[in-house]
């Protein structure tokens, strides 16, 4: 009994000091916290999203989710071969390029109007807290920090760890000037030594101008929050781009729902939308969109033009690697009105206002 205990105090112990961590981050206090209060979207002591959205679907459990997280036997979950991409050299880049590239799942750089815009970026290798433990695929990671020019505004849609990295943001402090994300999610930066008064933190549906040529607006998205224990105790969100002949959506994480047809109606038509398309599964399919979500959220959206995202990188769910991919394409195809995807390579440029750009399906053949 007294040996029993022991080990249960120092479990205890080790896993208080491992929490202590900064990667954690801190929780909202202050003026801050006054603000998130004054939220409509926070109620009941937590964030809430538009509409009741339970962490699992009706039938299933918490239990029973994690052991088939851990045991059951996925086909090509992680692939075998090296994921394929394309190094391009983001410092050569003319400022007044308009592009997008991707550093897969749902990170990605982007120059509009002769500003650079880095969005959930993730370059450690990992999207978990512990070490080792949800390592990115074999190919994946051909960027650094150090590949990267000075970016004016690094946006972070949500504060999960394959969203916001920890050892990322860390790098990234010399070379970012302003920082965009939802309310309460500014702590984290706060914290880890960034000036307060280069964070703006925001509600949904409000609008940041940032100069003559470029605006954000903020706009709902259908998800949760927290790196500890403690849940929606910040904001999610998704930004919708905005030039003054240009809209994209960047989405972020979000399961399906009636916003994106209140967000196509209020800022659409877009050129292009990003949407969340990868680690779904039917058990969390009210935070993940499915792949038939995705056809009926780009439509919603108004959409010209989307890149399903959220896939590539990391195995967060219990699908085979490329199943989004596949399943997206395929689903888009067989559709009424087929809008044009974007599927780029890690690396690939995607130029912005190219409606004729072409793709490759380039995880045909990757094992």
Same mark, same amino acid.
């Given at each position: 009994?007294?040996?029993?205990?022991?080990?249960?105090?120092?479990?205890?112990?080790?896993?208080?000091?491992?929490?202590?961590?900064?990667?954690?981050?801190?929780?909202?206090?202050?003026?801050?916290?006054?603000?998130?209060?004054?939220?409509?979207?926070?109620?009941?002591?937590?964030?809430?999203?538009?509409?009741?959205?339970?962490?699992?679907?009706?039938?299933?459990?918490?239990?029973?989710?994690?052991?088939?997280?851990?045991?059951?036997?996925?086909?090509?979950?992680?692939?075998?071969?090296?994921?394929?991409?394309?190094?391009?050299?983001?410092?050569?880049?003319?400022?007044?390029?308009?592009?997008?590239?991707?550093?897969?799942?749902?990170?990605?750089?982007?120059?509009?109007?002769?500003?650079?815009?880095?969005?959930?970026?993730?370059? *450690? +290798?990992?999207? #978990?807290?512990?070490?080792?433990?949800?390592?990115?695929?074999?190919?994946? !990671? $051909?960027?650094?920090? =150090?590949?990267?020019?000075?970016?004016?505004?690094?946006?972070?849609?949500?504060?999960?760890?394959?969203?916001?990295?920890?050892?990322?943001?860390?790098?990234?402090?010399?070379?970012?000037?302003?920082?965009?994300?939802?309310?309460?999610?500014?702590?984290?930066?706060?914290?880890?030594?960034?000036?307060?008064?280069?964070?703006?933190?925001?509600?949904?549906?409000?609008?940041?101008?940032?100069?003559?040529?470029?605006?954000?607006?903020?706009?709902?998205?259908?998800?949760?929050?927290?790196?500890?224990?403690?849940?929606?105790?910040?904001?999610?969100?998704?930004?919708?781009?905005?030039?003054?002949?240009?809209?994209?959506?960047?989405?972020?994480? *979000? +399961?399906?729902? #009636?916003?994106?047809?209140?967000?196509?109606?209020?800022?659409?038509?877009? !050129? $292009?939308?990003?949407? =969340?398309?990868?680690?779904?599964?039917?058990?969390?399919?009210?935070?993940?969109?499915?792949?038939?979500?995705?056809?009926?959220?780009?439509?919603?959206?108004?959409?010209?033009?989307?890149?399903?995202?959220?896939?590539?990188?990391?195995?967060?769910?219990?699908?085979?690697?490329?199943?989004?991919?596949?399943?997206?394409?395929?689903?888009?195809?067989?559709?009424?009105?087929?809008?044009?995807?974007?599927?780029?390579?890690?690396?690939?440029?995607?130029?912005?206002?190219?409606?004729?750009?072409?793709?490759?399906?380039?995880?045909?053949?990757?094992?």
């Amino acid at each position: 009994m007294i040996t029993f205990l022991i080990l249960l105090i120092l479990i205890v112990f080790i896993a208080y000091n491992f929490l202590q961590h900064p990667k954690f981050g801190k929780a909202p206090s202050g003026e801050r916290l006054t603000a998130i209060q004054n939220s409509p979207q926070y109620k009941n002591e937590k964030f809430e999203n538009q509409h009741f959205t339970p962490d699992l679907a009706e039938g299933a459990s918490f239990a029973g989710v994690l052991f088939e997280f851990f045991f059951k036997k996925v086909d090509r979950k992680i692939p075998v071969d090296l994921i394929p991409s394309v190094k391009t050299n983001l410092h050569e880049l003319p400022i007044y390029q308009d592009i997008l590239v991707w550093f897969g799942h749902s990170s990605y750089f982007i120059q509009l109007e002769g500003k650079r815009f880095l969005i959930d970026p993730v370059f *450690s +290798g990992n999207a #978990s807290p512990i070490p080792g433990t949800t390592k990115s695929f074999k190919g994946s !990671d $051909i960027y650094t920090v =150090d590949d990267l020019p000075e970016i004016d505004y690094l946006l972070i849609t949500h504060d999960h760890y394959d969203h916001l990295d920890y050892e990322t943001i860390l790098k990234l402090k010399p070379k970012t000037k302003k920082i965009i994300t939802a309310l309460g999610v500014g702590s984290h930066f706060e914290f880890w030594g960034f000036p307060p008064e280069n964070i703006i933190e925001k509600d949904w549906y409000s609008t940041i101008v940032l100069d003559e040529n470029l605006t954000i607006h903020t706009a709902p998205s259908r998800h949760f929050s927290g790196r500890s224990f403690k849940r929606c105790n910040t904001l999610w969100t998704s930004f919708v781009l905005e030039t003054k002949d240009f809209k994209m959506y960047l989405g972020g994480d *979000s +399961g399906y729902d #009636s916003h994106f047809a209140e967000i196509g109606e209020k800022y659409g038509p877009f !050129d $292009i939308a990003l949407i =969340d398309n990868g680690q779904y599964n039917e058990k969390w399919k009210y935070i993940h969109n499915m792949p038939d979500d995705v056809i009926k959220a780009m439509k919603d959206l108004k959409a010209k033009r989307v890149f399903p995202v959220h896939s590539s990188k990391f195995a967060l769910s219990l699908h085979s690697w490329d199943e989004p991919l596949i399943r997206v394409t395929e689903l888009n195809s067989l559709s009424d009105n087929p809008i044009s995807l974007i599927t780029p390579m890690i690396g690939e440029i995607v130029e912005l206002k190219n409606e004729n750009q072409k793709f490759k399906q380039w995880w045909k053949g990757v094992r």
